[in-house]
């Protein structure tokens, strides 16, 4: 059932280009927000100076616009919004849901050394929550800095999770954590709950590393007086060996799969599968599709595996389902990089480009292999394979390809049939293997030794280009016999 108010975000911080597990995380709440008529915004956690790099914002913005997830409003960037921060911060000291703690790190870091040689939990032991008003006044007249700590009420803090159900943590097992430190500035879990509460956020769509501080900013809301948002904790994406997806071990970000051919539609199709379920066997869904069909219902919440061979093999498929134009529209630039041939030279020649990607597409899986499997197409400038070349490039192959050329060469229509029937009946009359004749013309017309059908390739390069590589070819055959006479 439709339901505008639905309002959900991600918040991408800016510490690394966008990787696989924030691009799912941003594909569900897509989902989320487009199925029920909702809005998704993005907030940038950019608060952290250290670890935040102003440059990496646009790449993974790029990153976000590539997948299509379009998103509603104004970019929210947590580094504008400080002071609205330490509003909130004061809002709490004075509400008494917080109080200032004047503990010096020193004195922090001994308390901890203490606790832990009793074996007792490293949390903060309420020293500060203990002072009197008369000694509060006194610090502060001092000029004593000091933070601005929650009181976590006694008992159990509960939700109800859309993914993992009922969640409970015990008040033991939380510290009266810092919402503001002594240079008065927020830490994070104040600085989400005061930006999801000001985005007007109903659902809170995240990874379940984010569980612990899901309680920590339950208890803010509360402190505030604020209402609490949904909660869905998605598990997180492993690599094959179960370790967190991590760029530190090679994991590449969403970028770099671009650069090498995937499809977005592939990209969204396959992240969407890793953390929800349609519930039955079919895999293969347009980003339009989804929309229709993602609820909350079918999230899945152990974690998932992010598998590349499957990921390719989704590209493969979504390769399948574009129309030749739509394939040539992508294919176009990657040739232009290669070198391949310039933008005017494809434009002007789109109906060749698009019976290329026709004759190529069963075979390709990411759309750089179009380049790689099909430059010949398009240039002269190719290598024959060494090792088919030793095979098939024998002198006697040099004879029959001359002869074959000749024959093509008169042939007063070229296209597949009659291209068949000139090599069968070559191959016929001089009693040879048609493969005889196959293996070396492929391999003269197009530097490899698979590829799809010999006629098609033949036909579609036309009479002319055959005949010019098949003699070229007859050439270097006789040039490498010299030469390895010499
Ligand atoms: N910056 C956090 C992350 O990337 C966002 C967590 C949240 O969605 O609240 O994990």
């Not at 109903?202 to 402190?223: C, E, M, P, S």
């Not at 997806?245 to 396959?270: C, H, I, Q």
Request: glycine share 6%; with cysteine; aromatic share 10%.
């Amino acid at each position: 059932m439709p339901d505008s108010s639905v309002k959900v975000r991600i918040a991408p911080s800016p510490s690394g280009y966008l990787h696989v597990g924030t691009a799912r995380m941003a594909i569900s709440n897509y989902l989320f927000a487009r199925h029920y008529g909702g809005q998704f915004f993005i907030r940038i956690e950019d608060t952290d100076k250290e670890r935040s790099d102003k440059s990496l914002i646009d790449p993974i913005l790029d990153a976000l616009r590539w997948l299509q997830l379009d998103w509603d409003g104004e970019i929210v960037h947590q580094s504008q919004r400080l002071d609205i921060y330490k509003d909130y911060a004061k809002r709490i000291l004075e509400s008494s849901a917080g109080y200032r703690c004047f503990c010096s790190p020193q004195q922090l870091q001994k308390d901890r050394e203490e606790a832990s040689a009793k074996k007792l939990p490293p949390r903060y032991n309420r020293r500060c929550l203990k002072l009197t008003p008369q000694e509060i006044e006194a610090k502060l007249e001092a000029g004593e800095k000091f933070a601005i700590r929650l009181r976590i009420p006694e008992g159990v803090t509960s939700f109800e999770d859309m993914v993992l159900k009922q969640v409970s943590r015990s008040s033991d097992d939380i510290e009266d954590f810092i919402i503001a430190r002594s240079d008065g500035t927020a830490t994070y879990n104040l600085a989400v709950v005061v930006d999801d509460h000001d985005m007007g956020i109903t659902h809170v769509i995240r990874g379940n590393d984010h569980v612990t501080n899901t309680f920590k900013q339950i208890l803010i809301y509360r402190a505030l007086g604020l209402d609490i948002p949904k909660f869905g904790h998605l598990p997180l994406i492993l690599r094959p060996d179960k370790r967190k997806v991590s760029k530190r071990l090679g994991d590449k970000d969403v970028g770099e799969y671009r650069n090498e051919g995937l499809l977005p539609e592939a990209m969204f199709n396959y992240l969407c599968l890793l953390g929800w379920s349609p519930k039955t066997e079919r895999e293969i869904y347009t980003p339009k599709e989804l929309v229709e069909i993602f609820t909350e219902k079918h999230f899945n919440a152990s974690n998932a595996v992010f598998d590349e061979e499957k990921l390719i093999a989704f590209n493969k498929k979504h390769i399948g389902l574009k129309s030749g134009h739509d394939l040539a529209v992508l294919v176009a630039p990657l040739l232009v990089d290669a070198g391949v041939r310039t933008k005017y030279w494809l434009e002007t020649r789109w109906e060749y480009l698009r019976n290329v990607i026709d004759l190529l597409k069963e075979r390709v899986r990411r759309l750089t292999d179009f380049v790689s499997l099909g430059h010949y197409f398009f240039d002269f400038d190719y290598k024959y394979e060494s090792k088919a070349e030793a095979k098939q490039f024998t002198p006697e192959s040099a004879d029959l390809l001359e002869e074959l050329t000749g024959r093509f060469e008169k042939l007063p229509g070229f296209d597949h049939d009659a291209i068949e029937q000139c090599l069968s009946g070559m191959a016929n009359e001089k009693e040879v293997k048609k493969a005889r004749l196959i293996h070396p013309t492929r391999l003269a017309v197009s530097g490899m030794s698979v590829g799809p059908g010999l006629y098609d390739i033949l036909a579609l390069l036309t009479q002319p280009v055959v005949v010019e590589r098949m003699r070229k070819a007859v050439e270097h055959i006789r040039n490498m016999k010299q030469e390895s006479q010499e």
